[in-house]
């Protein structure tokens, strides 16, 4: 599976926008970039994916580099609740189902 | 509302006794996975199924077991509990088949203790 990169942690002030991160120079032409948040003492959570194309849904965007070898998770205004461990993780879509997590960022959100 | 739950939520146990974490998703979801999480670490796969009768090894697999004889439930067994087996274990359940496209469903976890 090709690998992800992203910072251990970050910082952001609630209420302003939030971009995190992630590199994935490997990617294949048949990964999807999928991104999953988990709240502390919580399972994961999916927050959104996408192939090419950006993409927005009512949690986040997804903005994606025209060489796919990295993309950007969105969050409009952060609020203390998204303080969370971001994972970025690729997925053949001939393979499915697995996901194979990394480390993540940590982010946090102050008031 | 379809969920999926996981129990026991915490359990402790004793070396060398067999222990059954169970998990039930009521999504109808073809797709389940067990997941287990360490202090400072991400979540690493333990197994998975496909389907009914379908199980498939993780990358840390040794010493646990699953069967799948429903749809609905994929409990993970451990046939003789190690005290490196502490760890918070996820579950989780997809929709799709071999499409890299669906989204996982999580369980809120079990903790689990190895004395």
């Known amino acids: 599976d090709a690998k992800t990169t992203q910072p251990n942690s970050m910082e952001s002030n609630e209420e302003e926008p939030v971009h995190l991160p992630c590199n994935h120079s490997t990617i294949s032409g048949t990964d999807y970039i999928h991104w999953y948040r988990q709240l502390p003492s919580q399972g994961p959570e999916y927050v959104i994916h996408g192939l090419t194309s950006n993409v927005n849904n009512r949690m986040a965007s997804l903005a994606i580099a025209e060489d796919r070898k990295s993309s950007t998770l969105i969050l409009h205004r952060a609020t203390l609740r998204d303080a969370a461990v971001y994972y970025c993780?690729?997925?053949?879509?001939?393979?499915?189902?697995?996901?194979?997590f990394g480390q993540g960022t940590e982010l946090s959100v102050k008031p | 509302d379809a969920e999926i739950t996981q129990s026991p939520r915490h359990k402790i146990t004793e070396t060398g006794r067999q222990v059954t974490l169970a998990c039930h998703q009521t999504?109808?979801?073809?797709?389940m996975f067990w997941y287990r999480q360490d202090l400072g670490h991400g979540l690493r796969l333990i197994h998975y199924?496909?389907?009914?009768?379908?199980?498939n090894k993780g990358e840390v697999s040794d010493g646990y077991s699953v069967s799948r004889s429903n749809t609905e439930d994929l409990p993970l067994t451990l046939e003789s509990a190690a005290s490196s087996q502490t760890s918070v274990y996820f579950c989780a359940s997809s929709g799709r088949g071999s499409i890299g496209a669906d989204t996982q469903y999580f369980g809120p976890g079990t903790r689990l203790t190895v004395l």
């Open positions: 993780i690729l997925r053949d879509f001939n393979q499915g189902g697995k996901l194979i």
């Open positions: 199924s496909y389907g009914v009768q379908d199980t």
């Open positions: 999504w109808n979801h073809n797709n």
